[in-house]
């Protein structure tokens, strides 16, 4: 039997999956790291960090394997996306890594519209400016530590920097670089104009590879400290969300992503680079060749409903929590919450905004509270899917998967808000099964990724739209959409009570 290892370096941990031909996990370990919040708005970690738990987690694993080491064919990897690694001419790190997560750079992104031009940023890169993105953090560092900016010889994302630590080799790969502010999506090249603009070298960007492209073995010292073959292959990978898209199966037209964690994506397959979304969405490379994928955000999906249970039951364990929530009609009996706990992105990109329960009567009871708090972030990831469709998607499929996929009320919820038959898997592995993937299809195990889903992926459990659900969602849910417009100016107003 052959295996390949899929590395998911998260923000909080690296996950590392041993997997078989067959699509079977045969062993997976986790090694936490920590956040560095120096100030409000900062968020960065050692890069280090990246390298020594994913050395550790490797080493365990080898350790566990009754297995021929040389039958681990290769190693491929998922990321979070947009974190910036600065490296001197001798590939030394330069100061710790900047996250996605990080608010820094609101000064940065207005310089880059008044540069770019909005309209023009969005024909290139596709995306708007937002603060998570890396040429943002870029601009902040060449402006507040300039004397690290000038040092700066290549910049990296977190997955590229820690598969250069295996290999010795630097190279990055569509789908990360497409979170980057600096690639031309549909040419799939850096783009000249937006490097002139900011007199930044093509030097600066590394060279770029197809996500199952292999880019080198395991060194001697990595091999040594791991117990890794050195004659493992090592692929490039993928971001965060094009491996979760893999690892759901989501390589065909129509096919579309629910993921409901701390944050909610609704992610859908796209085989053309020329639809305009007018940046509204999310849109980047696939890590599948030449294809792409649309993706809305919702900013607080699973964290509101945390927040929620931690506020008013913090010691209940979730499925506590959750019973009852069966027994109350859908559009809670006239009561609606909306998720803005943290503001919103998708389609609202606003830091001000926040949430708002509607209609509370005094017949409620706390289980229609926790139901308002299902529905109201299914309708915000509804409200990306609806994006879609008026762009001329057509979405009747959903792979859910995360904290939405754990509960069978809510994934009948998601049936009907959405409108369309939801699939649950049998084995959920997101962005690690996703890495996976890739390795093995670098291998040659499979003739594509297509190929390696149907091997390696099942259905589970299919939840079909109830009819009279549907038509009452429908209604409730233009209600909800008058929401954000309606509470805007007012939580624009509270903001100075805000600490």
């Not at 199966?249 to 909610?264: D, R, V």
């Not at 019973?323 to 609202?348: C, K, M, Q, W």
Request: glycine residues 8%; charged residues 25%; aromatic residues 10%.
């Amino acid at each position: 039997m052959k295996y390949v290892i899929g590395v998911d370096l998260g923000t909080s941990a690296v996950k590392i999956l041993l997997v078989n031909q067959n699509g079977e996990v045969c062993n997976e370990v986790s090694k936490s790291y920590p956040l560095i919040i120096e100030k409000s708005g900062y968020s960065e970690q050692n890069p280090e960090e990246w390298v020594e738990k994913t050395t550790a987690g490797l080493a365990e694993l080898i350790e566990q394997f009754d297995g021929d080491v040389n039958d681990i064919e290769g190693i491929s990897f998922s990321g979070q996306m947009h974190g910036l690694v600065l490296v001197d001419e001798n590939n030394q790190v330069l100061r710790n890594a900047i996250l996605w997560n990080d608010t820094r750079t609101t000064k940065q992104c207005e310089e880059i519209y008044e540069v770019v031009g909005q309209q023009q940023l969005l024909e290139i890169t596709k995306n708007p400016a937002l603060e998570g993105f890396t040429l943002p953090k870029i601009l902040w560092v060449k402006e507040n530590e300039p004397e690290i900016f000038e040092r700066s010889s290549v910049f990296m994302l977190p997955k590229d920097y820690l598969r250069y630590r295996l290999t010795g080799q630097i190279h990055m790969e569509y789908s990360d670089a497409a979170g980057t502010l600096l690639l031309n999506v549909a040419k799939r090249e850096w783009s000249p104009e937006i490097l002139s603009h900011f007199e930044l070298a093509p030097e600066f960007c590394p060279e770029l590879v197809e996500s199952h492209d292999l880019v080198g073995t395991v060194t001697a010292e990595f091999a040594a400290e791991t117990g890794l073959s050195e004659a493992t292959k090592v692929f490039a990978g993928g971001a965060d969300n094009a491996c979760g898209a893999i690892g759901s199966g989501i390589l065909s037209e129509g096919k579309t992503l629910c993921s409901i964690g701390t944050s909610g994506v609704v992610l859908s397959y796209e085989d053309r680079s020329d639809l305009d979304f007018e940046g509204k969405v999310h849109y980047f490379n696939h890590g599948e060749e030449n294809t792409f994928y649309t993706m809305g955000v919702t900013l607080a999906a699973g964290y509101s409903l945390s927040w929620f249970k931690d506020t008013f039951a913090k010691e209940e364990a979730f499925d506590q929590f959750l019973a009852g929530v069966d027994e109350v009609p859908a559009g809670s009996n006239g009561l609606l919450f909306t998720p803005y706990v943290v503001g919103e992105r998708t389609p609202h990109a606003d830091s001000n905004i926040r949430a708002s329960f509607i209609g509370v009567d005094a017949s409620h009871e706390r289980k229609h509270f926790a139901r308002a708090v299902l529905e109201g972030i299914t309708f915000s990831l509804h409200e990306s899917i609806e994006l879609f469709r008026n762009s001329g998607k057509k979405i009747d499929t959903i792979i859910s998967i995360g904290g939405g996929a754990k509960n069978e009320t809510w994934l009948q919820m998601q049936a009907d808000i959405f409108n369309a038959r939801i699939e649950k898997l049998t084995s959920e592995q997101g962005p690690g099964m996703g890495a996976a993937m890739l390795a093995a299809y670098g291998c040659g195990w499979f003739t594509s990724l297509k190929d390696c889903a149907d091997a390696f992926l099942q259905t589970a459990k299919t939840y079909e739209p109830i009819p009279e659900n549907v038509e009452t969602y429908q209604k409730v849910f233009a209600i909800y959409q008058q929401v954000y417009t309606q509470t805007k100016t007012l939580n624009d107003q509270l903001k100075e009570f805000r600490k």
